[in-house]
């Protein structure tokens, strides 16, 4: 379904020589596959996330969705508007901090990005509802974030990603501001979702503790990555 084919990224700084963050980096990621990228800070896991999202652009190598050409050796192949309806479309994004916009309802936040898309609020409010009661919070549709806790502005976020069925998520240490039980029990949601939904989730973390829960887990070190424990 994605597709990574030896990927590099470097980044410069003034008077200085290229620093490089990714160094070949090959990666497929099958349909409804849940895959956990571990690495210490700094170890470029956000990088690599941002350019299989298509929010950044590789120095070399290609990235294939579904077969189809998205970026190859610096090129970008689609049209700044085909990008981002791509993005609307295929991927989810879920992050450390969450982004819920504050002034409005958790119910209005997850219908957002179908509303920016059709125009047609009525029918995204209702999937919203759909999604957010599927997720446990049938009761806190009318809640602000300011009135949800940490694990529920999470699962908000969770279900805007999956509002228009991407193909996959992206989860950058998405339990990072949780405590470990609130941690655990959003990645058992984001496992539950893979394989009920068909979705395909990359989530990248520094905690090793919940990569069993993956189908595949692999860390990144030196730009490079490598299967856990191997």
Known sequence: ????????????????????????????????EMVTIIGASGSGKTTLLNLLGTLDTPDSGELLFDGEVLFRNKKQILSQKEMAKFRNRKIGFVFQFHHLLSDFTALENVAMPEFIATGKLPPAKKRAAELLAGLGLKERLDHLPSELSGGEQQRVAIARALLNNPKLVLADEPSGNLDSQNSRMLYELMARLSKERRTSFIIVTHNEEYATLSDRCLRMADGQLHACGG
């Open 1 to 32: 379904m994605l597709e990574a084919n030896n990927i590099s990224k470097s980044y410069t700084l003034p008077g200085r020589e290229p620093l490089p963050i990714l160094r070949g980096i090959n990666l497929s990621i099958g349909e409804g």
